[in-house]
């Protein structure tokens, strides 16, 4: 049986095609909108399960584990002569390629087609809650426990400040960054100074001379080595002894975590005149 994923205005269009294969639609609608009109005469399609549930990963109106279930079931009720089985949502590219990829796994043990595919998006509720009613198991590389974050941060008064505006999660299936809820554009380090640090701290602009390169500073980056996400952490030396904070701030907790101190011109006002021995005389160790 080949799985077919496609968007609302795509499955409308196939089925007002004349075909003879066999064919069963999964269809899914955002909350509080109609489902859409799926005809049943001569293009094949015989058997529809409708769905509703919202692109998102996480409230009320996700994929719950009663839909998951119902998924599972419905799959397993079809027949071996069924030739295709389409998954449609409103783009045809986030919770229509999660239970997909979920279903993949079922029929094949592969989802990697998806997965590699550049046009999707995918829905990691959808797909993690399919494979839980399917009682399979994502790839170690696909199991999320937590979302990871990354973003800029400095450091005043001996503690790590990281405003959640100005975090970015990275999800572990799909290595896609997702910006958290009033996420601002950071112009990095600049704009948190201007728009967070002065306002919380009006003093640092005598005291550092309106310098946001001056006060410790540091940013959380990521990279994917071998289907695997890493983590990298460029900061002020004289931030020596936060590490364990830093982590458990951006949630990397059993992830492969580097440090790179005092690259990429990340020196406080201190550090720039003690150099070599910033770490021994720097006042913020």
Request: overall charge positive; glycine content about 6%; some cysteine.
């Amino acid at each position: 049986m080949n799985i077919l994923i496609m968007s609302r205005s795509e499955i409308i269009r196939f089925a007002m095609q004349k075909r003879t294969e066999s064919c069963a639609v999964i269809s899914i609608r955002d909350v509080g909108s109609a489902a859409p009109v799926i005809k049943r005469d001569g293009n094949g399609i015989d058997t529809v399960l409708s769905l509703s549930f919202d692109d998102a990963e996480e409230g009320n109106n996700c994929i719950t584990e009663r839909d998951a279930k119902k998924i599972v079931s419905f799959v397993k009720s079809l027949a071996k002569s069924y030739e295709y089985l389409i998954i449609h949502c409103e783009f045809g590219q986030s919770r229509s390629a999660g239970i997909a990829a979920a279903v993949s796994v079922m029929l094949t043990g592969d989802d990697s087609w998806i997965f590699e595919d550049s046009r999707y998006c995918i829905n990691s509720t959808c797909y993690t809650k399919t494979l839980k009613a399917i009682g399979a198991d994502a790839p170690v590389w696909r199991k999320v426990h937590r979302h990871p974050k990354i973003g800029p941060f400095y450091y005043y008064k001996n503690k790590i400040i990281s405003p959640k505006n100005y975090q970015r999660r990275v999800n572990p299936i799909t290595f896609y960054i997702e910006l958290v809820e009033g996420f601002v554009i950071p112009g990095e380090h600049r704009d948190m100074w201007d728009k967070h640090m002065l306002i919380k701290h009006p003093e640092l602009k005598a005291e550092y001379d309106d310098d946001h390169k001056a006060l410790p500073r540091g940013r959380v980056d990521f990279t994917v080595k071998r289907n695997s996400l890493n983590f990298f952490i460029t900061l002020d030396k004289c931030i020596t002894g936060q590490e364990r904070k830093i982590k458990q701030i951006y949630q990397l907790s059993g992830y492969n975590v580097e440090f790179h101190y005092g690259a990429m011109n990340y020196h406080c006002k201190h550090c720039r005149v003690y150099q070599d021995a910033r770490i021994l005389l720097c006042p913020h160790t």
